[in-house]
């Protein structure tokens, strides 16, 4: 079976004479690894992206409750708030520890 290359998105809008720029390019083009910053709920995957740690990591953080997280329909969701939250709570674990050891 002959292998046929998929146009580029550029050359699909020309063809069907969609004006440059006004078309999405494939959502692996458009991912640049910072996420979108005005999202105020985060999937899980999106938070632990913005945490720099796995993903494996974040569904056991959410489980335990360390991150609070929302049941949108059937969907959950971390508030982007969650995340400053938890981090401002290690930020204070952090400082009690180095008290403590003073």
Known sequence: MPHHPLPAPTH???SLDIPQG????????????HGDPTLVALTV????RRLGIGRTTMYALVSS????????????????QAL???LTAQ????RSDVTLAA
């Open 65 to 80: 409750g360390q991150i609070r997280s929302v049941k949108i329909g059937r969907l959950r969701r971390i508030p982007a």
């Open 22 to 33: 006004a078309h999405r390019p494939p959502t692996a083009e458009r991912h640049d690894g």
């Open 91 to 94: 930020a204070g674990v952090a």
């Open 12 to 14: 699909t809008a020309q």
């Open 84 to 86: 400053t939250e938890y």
């Open 45 to 48: 995957e999106e938070a632990a």
